[in-house]
């Protein structure tokens, strides 16, 4: 659609939207209570499916393990992919909502953890239903063929992949363009767009190290893991600011250290559990290089039994804005939002979104939508107080429902008509 065809269309949908917004309030507070890990979005895949079919989508279950495509064919026109992930995180919320999350479950280690949605996906996954009912209760707005994605594993960086491995090209429309959103920290009410790089690359491993086990009272008979573990973890932090240029843009974070079962038993082995993301195929491969030879240098200053072991968690490649769509996207959601609308930074997040337009080889646009309240988002702004807001992944990372139910449904309507003839 040209630009002024979007305002007429968003004019006409927009009361459709403000009337669908109870529903999907209570759809996103059910997600909220009940999160499903990564691969294991069972619940999540059925009340999508269901959802898909019930507005006449021809639906398509277990794609991927839990995934879920949706084709909705409205004559002649653009193919349009929208996709949403649905899976949780191994973490316990701790927001004090009156909707948070209870769930406990087993992750893939068989280790009982709290289970939330502390990153947004069940506004992802509302936001597609209440559009995948719009544009299917208004066929005679617009032409083309909807396609509806919803993605498992996004957090463990293997549902996208998953869903292409399980011929999902093969099986469904080429699309002209795939479009996905993101609830982040930010003023609700606002959308991000991006050209180019919107979001690093990420690369998370396991590194475990191998001690010798003794009692704690005897010290001498070790080589203790957990020494070794603590200097390895100091150790790869010099990387980033010592071996990376200033000018250059990398994260490294150890999330987790783990060894040991008593206060004095000095245990057999330790692990380490990393995140590294990056802007820059070199800087990320110095990186790892960095890391591989720091672990075996602590390991062999220790004089450990053998050397470390390397186990890849997760690779997220690049999220590279096509130029060309995401300028259609920014004259949308101009027209859309006003001064709402504005570009933004990269951000440090990952994301593997773009797998599916690196494999289909089409051009693929991602954004943001702020789900911080307004007002607290203000007076940290004001106070230089901006990183005291919770995070996506932190327990208290809490979206207010309104108006961030409305943007993220706008925004992806607007984005989509762009295509929709």
Known sequence: MEISQIKAFNAKMDRFVDQLLPELEEIYKDLHRNPELSMQEFRTAKIAADYLAQYQFEVSTGIGVTGVIGILRNG?????????????????????????????????EGIEVGV?????????????????????????????????VFQPGEEVGRGAQSMIDDGMMDRFPRPDIILGQHVMVGEAGTVGYRSGTILAAGNSLKVKL??????????????????????????LQTIVSREIAPIENAVLTVGALQAGTKENIIPEDA?????IRTFNEGVKNHILSAVKRICCAECAASNAPRDPEFTELSSYPLTENDALATAKVAGAFEAQFGNRSQET??????????????????PYVFWFVGGTDPILYLEAKKNNQLNAIPSNHSPKFAPVINPTLKTGLQAMMTAAAAWLN
């Open 116 to 148: 939330s949605h502390v990153c947004g996906h069940d506004l992802h996954v509302t936001w597609l239903m209440g559009i995948a009912r719009l544009f299917s209760e208004h066929r005679d707005e617009w032409q083309g063929t909807l396609m509806a």
């Open 76 to 108: 002649e026109g653009p193919v349009v992919m929208l996709r949403a992930d649905m899976d949780a995180l191994p973490v316990t919320e701790s927001t004090g909502l009156p909707y948070a999350s209870t769930i406990v479950a087993r992750d893939e």
């Open 210 to 235: 191998f001690g010798r086990g003794a009692h704690g009272s005897q010290p001498q008979t070790s080589v203790d893991p957990v020494v070794m573990a603590a200097a390895t973890t100091m150790r």
């Open 345 to 362: 930074k990269p951000a440090s997040g990952s994301e593997d979104f773009s797998i599916f337009g690196r494999n289909w080889k089409v």
């Open 271 to 275: 692990t380490l559990k990393l995140n």
